[in-house]
């Protein structure tokens, strides 16, 4: 077996005509393996999850991610890894019954732990007076350089009657410059166009550290904010 899968929230189980819960799912699948877990909250702390996955070969390893956070609302994250020779991919986040909580993903080899490009980042969906309706789409952000891609995830949300408000903390920590960048393309909200909203892009230099708050609201409002820390 190449992965370990520890968690802190019961496995959950559906019964019918109980009262739909807030939950968390993970996926992962390389060439040849593929898991599913699904998760409860049952409060009153936050839960951590933990997910490790080895690659044992002397070759690259192409993997995809996914975890889904569904309360009132939905949140779901996607992405695909670029695993290198024998070496560890650590997956760790937490969750409440309000969000999906401190997720990125780390790799370790022989060296230590290591990561280009951080992306730590919590995801919640959030009720206000001016989070009104329901609306769906999904946020893109990319990290790469003139010759290479470092990184992608996906941010999938279906919102009722909240606002999914993003919280990320970005850093550079190779040698070479990065650009990220992170737009928006909704799928239906009470005021909206189909064409993809271009909301931030910046230069990664290294050992940059960026600070990102992202809050889209069902009236089909997106409001940005970026800072060099």
Do not use: W
């Not at 702390?45 to 995809?64: K, L």
């Not at 999906?100 to 280009?116: A, K, R």
């Amino acid at each position: 077996m190449n992965f370990v899968f520890k968690s802190e929230a019961p496995k959950f189980e559906v019964i019918e005509g109980a009262e739909n819960k807030t939950r968390l799912m993970f996926k992962f699948a390389d060439n040849e393996h593929e898991f599913e877990q699904e998760v409860e909250y049952i409060g009153p702390n936050a839960h951590n999850v933990y997910f490790q996955y080895y690659n044992d070969t002397d070759e690259d390893v192409y993997c995809e991610y996914e975890t889904k956070y569904t309360g009132k609302s939905e949140i779901k994250l996607t992405g695909e890894e670029k695993i290198p020779p024998r070496t560890i991919i650590i997956y760790h986040l937490q969750f409440d019954e309000d969000a999906l909580q401190n997720f990125d993903s780390v790799f370790e080899d022989q060296v230590g732990m290591h990561y280009p490009i951080a992306l730590l980042g919590t995801y919640a969906a959030t009720p206000s007076p001016s989070a009104r309706g329901i609306a769906a789409g999904k946020l893109q952000i990319k990290v790469d350089s003139l010759t290479t891609s470092q990184c992608t995830r996906a941010i999938e949300y279906t919102l009722n009657d909240e606002a999914m408000c993003m919280d990320v903390l970005t850093q550079n920590d190779g040698n070479t410059n990065q650009r990220l960048r992170i737009s928006n393309n909704f799928l239906f909200a009470e005021n909206f166009d189909f064409e993809v909203q271009d909301l931030i892009e910046i230069a990664l230099l290294p050992m940059d550290i960026y600070k990102i708050q992202i809050v889209v609201k069902p009236s089909g409002v997106v409001e940005t904010s970026c800072r060099l820390l």
